[in-house]
RNA sequence: GGUCUGUUGGUGAAGUGGCUUAACACACCACCCUCUCAAGGUGGCAUUCACGGGUUCGAACCCCGUACAGACUACCA
């Protein structure tokens, strides 16, 4: 075994890479440190474009914004489209679209621009090439031409040895082939990866702080890793080493399926001479599998709510979808945002060590009630402007009979809505139509009593009574409700659910039964907001014609 | 098989050796308020932090072992 000087590696840089005409001090130059001020965070985020993007990506995405903005540093959008065998048409498209969407937004990056591109990996291969060329000068890397044939049954002998899987120490057949062996495969045209030719020892061990998941040990990297593939481009691992470096990241923060490999990651960082950034591994999102009991990872496939489509079909409202997803990456930030309603997200200071380390479990639930609570703390004219825009794209009926009745809409959308005490029924766009359809004659003649789910059969003499000689709609609340009291007591009933309790024979029933058979027959429901409300609104010609259409009703039962 | 990381009520979780008779929120249940619902109020819901050992005057918190779960173990990211 000979093996090579560096002058052989000098050549046999040459001939591995003719192309590549500028040295590693180039883009050392052309990259300068960034002038921010102290402690700014220098964040990225960087999908892959292989399909629909999910929960997950938005998290983290949503966690490089958050700690960019909250430090004054800058949150980049890197395409890390290095694998073209994955590539999805429109992926990148779809990728920039569904961030703009949810109002997650980089400040620098591929589409946003900046000094640091470009921002598709695919578009960086010389920048990689030329350090992969500096590493086989310096002996850190070879070209390898193992076929995947011989890598396979390499893998299938050490299952049987059970012993570490990889190309590595004595596996590494191509690690020390002489310049002229190079040649020779070269010239015989066979395929070859540029491999890491690792200085680590595994006996070894090395300690790595994690900003999240804190004091990491590992034995030291070993392996020789694939650096550079066989089309040229970089793997992962290289890419986010090089382009981390290049573009002056302070905070890596992706997913925690990374950290097995941070300390080839850590020993990249090394041989290439540069200064690491800091890691924040951030837990999965998961949720238990109703059919199995176990924890997943949330699957696309599986789960409606882990792409990032439904909350935007669903009528999910993005600044909701951000609080919920602040609850989820710092513990105490629910507490926080309930001790300081009227804060806003940017507000509060987000650290990585209020973090989950263990898996973040999706609660369903939790989701709806912050979304509650947020269209709680709406007025009815946000909520009606916001549901507009919903609408718009995604039921144009509907979307045409909001505009019609923009000002009655914003009515019924304030209802209960004063007070410390507001409704809390919607907990997405979608249910507008849904919680209102009454309030629209469209809408309810459609429905025609199909809600209803009880049995009874309201007295529609007492109430087109009531309706016709007894309701005055220009009265407040309190004395519309003593009036129907009164109304009550005269027709035999008790003027409180109380007083019929305790005296059950001597009445017909208790206002509230009267009560019930107008709210039926108004709202096709036997659950509405407050009822009087809903008359005043509607008007008394309206409620006569509903009360006609009950009468059909009956008639048709 | 190997490496790494986790494991606190129905759920999300707080907790970094004495302030914990385990916070808070969601869900659920009961009662109150009440014309229905939503909301609101009051109370209930882990005698115990996966299990077994150890360290300590003292442990959910530190150490060791076991079990279980997850991630990685690609010329994918």
Redesign the pocket.
């Known amino acids: 075994m000979v093996i090579m000087d560096i002058n052989e590696r000098k050549q046999l840089a040459d001939l591995l890479f003719p192309n590549i005409k500028h040295n590693r001090d180039y883009y050392e130059q052309k990259y300068p440190e960034r002038k921010l001020k102290d402690g700014a965070m220098v964040t990225r985020y ?3 474009p ?1 399909g629909s993007v999910h929960l997950g990506n938005l998290f983290s995405a949503f966690c490089d914004m958050v700690y960019a903005k909250q430090s004054d540093g800058k949150f980049i959008l890197r395409i ?1 489209d ?2 073209q ?2 590539a999805v048409a429109d992926g990148i498209d779809n990728i920039t679209g569904v961030l703009k969407g949810f109002n997650i937004l980089p400040n620098e990056g591929y589409t946003y621009g900046g000094e640091y591109g470009p921002y598709l990996q695919s578009e960086r291969t010389e920048i990689y090439q030329t350090y992969v060329k500096d590493l086989i000068v310096q002996g850190y890397a070879y070209p390898c031409f ?3 044939e011989e ?1 396979a049954s390499i ?1 299938e002998e ?2 049987i040895n ?6 590595y120490g004595y596996y590494a057949v191509d690690r020390d082939l002489s310049l002229e062996e190079v040649k020779e495969k070269l010239n015989n045209k066979e ?3 540029i491999r890491l030719k690792s200085p680590g020892n595994a006996k070894k ?1 090395i300690e790595i702080i994690d900003a999240i ?7 030291e990297y070993d392996m020789d ?2 650096l550079l ?3 040229g ?5 290289l ?1 986010h080493v090089i382009d981390d470096h290049l573009m002056h990241t302070t905070h890596v923060i992706r997913g ?6 941070l ?1 080839l990651h850590i020993q990249l960082f090394e041989i290439l001479g540069f200064n690491r950034p800091q890691y924040a591994h951030i ?2 999102i ?1 949720i ?1 599998d109703s059919e199995t009991g ?4 949330i699957s696309k496939r599986k789960d409606l709510w882990a792409g990032a489509k439904y909350y935007e079909e669903v009528g999910i409202p993005i600044e909701a979808l951000h609080l919920y997803l602040a ?2 990456a710092n ?2 930030f ?2 926080w945002y ?1 001790n300081n309603q009227n804060k806003k997200i940017e507000d509060f200071e987000f650290s990585f ?2 973090q ?8 369903e ?2 989701l ?2 912050i979304c ?1 609570t947020y269209f ?1 703390r709406k007025s009815g004219e946000e909520v009606y402007n916001e549901t507009l825009k919903y609408t718009e794209k995604f039921d144009k009926e509907y979307h045409k009979l909001l505009i019609e009745n923009k000002e009655k809409m914003i009515k019924f959308l304030n209802i ?1 809505k004063d007070g410390d ?5 919607i907990s997405k766009y979608s249910d507008v139509k849904e919680e209102f359809s009454y309030a629209l004659d469209e809408l309810f003649i459609q429905e025609n009593y199909q809600k209803y789910d009880g049995d009874k059969i309201y007295d529609i003499n007492l109430v087109t009574d009531y309706i016709e000689n007894y309701l005055n709609l220009d009265l407040n ?1 309190e004395t519309w ?1 003593s009036e129907i009291k009164e109304f009550a007591v005269k027709n035999g009933y008790a003027s ?3 007083e019929y309790k305790n005296n059950k024979e001597s009445f017909k029933g ?3 039964d009267i ?2 058979a107008l ?1 039926v027959i108004i709202t096709g429901r ?7 409300s809903i008359m005043k609104i509607l008007g008394k010609e309206t409620i006569i014609n509903r009360i006609n259409l009950y009468k059909k009703y009956i008639n048709n039962c």
Not at 256 to 261: I, K, N, R, Y
Not at 294 to 297: A, D, G, L, M
């Open positions: 960087g999908p892959s292989t890390e290095t694998d065998k994955r193992m076929t995947e890598i893998k050490q299952e059970k012993t570490k899987i990889g190309i395929e070859y990866v061990e998941k804190g004091k990491m040990k590992f034995p890793m694939v593939k066989k089309d481009t970089p793997t992962y691992h890419a925690d399926e990374w950290v097995s490999s300390p837990a999965p998961t238990k176990t924890i997943r990872k609850t989820i513990t105490n629910e507490e309930l060590n209020k989950a380390i263990g898996g973040t479990s999706f609660d639930a939790k709806n009630n509650k709680s209960e005490r507001p409704r809390k029924d609340n409700f409180s659910p109380k208790h206002v509230g009560c019930e709210r036997t659950k509405s907001p407050d009822l009087f």
